[in-house]
């Protein structure tokens, strides 16, 4: 994704109600050569009223809190994505619990950040907002993981922790070890040489803390129970914020964020919500950079038949 700031300065709205942490971001906004700060108001009502006015129309950024005075500003933001649907919106706010967090991002909300975050790291999100991401403190990622693991009985313990941070390419080459591939035919299929295997699997025995071929394969059939739940809860999150209108795109930088999910697994979750096979060829292009190649090999692993495949890429290069 690229994240270089457009050419055209951005406008930007705050709301806040405390005092001390408005002039914090307005001094951020005012600044930055980037950004001018178009408007920023401490309550609802007031925010409204400067809003109304038509020459008030043209806002980029919207930077929100949830817990104001007057109201809750899920309402606000549900508005403005309503009536300016060409705006990026931020949740900047202490409130960091499940379902204010769900919320905001199901109102329309593109990014969550808590306060306490630095100058610099603001100004990277805006960036990344204003650029098409969807910013997220790992905090908040970490309440968007809680929430759609509710009533489920996925075992966090040490093994699942070290298969869940396997790189996507290892979690590749650990699938083919645990089916008992050698070194030389992992490579013919991932299309790597034997060399760049044999690094992965050195990789993977110091991650799961392994000494053979045979323990890591244990280790990874015993996880698979875990996996299909980690998958159930990722699905859980693509379908809610497929609900709420969320692109492909920002979809899969949030499992990514949240879930560690990238390739194949991002391509069968978006896939499994009923994401067409044109979106997620072009949602995976802008945010991997992937290859058609290698976007390719990964639809090829759905469950669907091969010319089903090839019509939604061809149409996605219409």
């Known amino acids: 994704m690229n994240n270089e700031w457009p050419k055209e300065t951005l ?73 300016h649907q060409h705006t990026k919106i931020m949740v900047i706010s202490r409130l960091g619990d499940e379902n204010s967090v769900i919320e905001a991002i199901k109102a ?32 908040i990622a970490g309440y968007i993981l809680d929430f759609f693991k509710k ?36 490579g013919q299929a991932l299309e790597i040489s034997p060399h760049t295997v044999a690094s992965h699997v050195k990789h993977i025995y110091q991650k799961l803390e392994v000494t053979s071929r045979s323990e890591a394969s244990s280790e990874y059939y015993s996880y698979q129970t875990g996996s299909d739940i980690l998958q159930k809860s990722a699905l859980q999150m693509t379908l809610a914020m497929k609900q709420a209108n969320k692109s492909a795109a920002q979809i899969i930088e949030l499992l990514e964020i949240t879930f560690q999910i990238t390739g194949s697994h991002s391509v069968k979750t978006l896939y499994q919500s009923g994401f067409a096979i044109k979106e997620i060829f072009i949602a995976m292009r802008q945010h991997f950079h992937s290859d058609d190649k290698q976007i390719t090999g990964y639809l090829s692993q759905l469950p669907i038949e091969y010319n089903l495949i090839l019509n939604g890429l061809l149409e996605s290069r219409e």
């Open 11 to 83: 406008t930007v709205f705050i709301l806040e109600d405390d005092k001390p942490t408005r002039l914090r971001l307005c001094n951020i906004i005012n600044n930055d050569n980037h950004l001018m700060l178009a408007y920023s108001a401490e309550s609802l009502k007031e925010s409204r009223q400067w809003l109304i006015h038509p020459a008030h129309s043209h806002i980029d950024i919207f930077l929100i809190d949830l817990g104001l005075p007057d109201g809750y500003g899920t309402d606000f933001i549900n508005e403005i994505s309503q009536s």
């Open 108 to 139: 329309g909300a593109k990014g969550y950040l808590l306060k306490d975050n630095d100058e610099m790291h603001i100004i990277d999100a805006i960036k990344q907002l204003a650029c098409g991401g969807s910013p997220i403190s790992p905090a």
């Open 151 to 186: 009533n489920t009985s996925y075992e966090n313990n040490d093994h699942a922790l070290a298969l869940h941070n396997l790189t996507a390419r290892e979690k590749d080459v650990l699938q083919y070890v645990a089916r008992g591939y050698s070194n030389k035919e992992i």
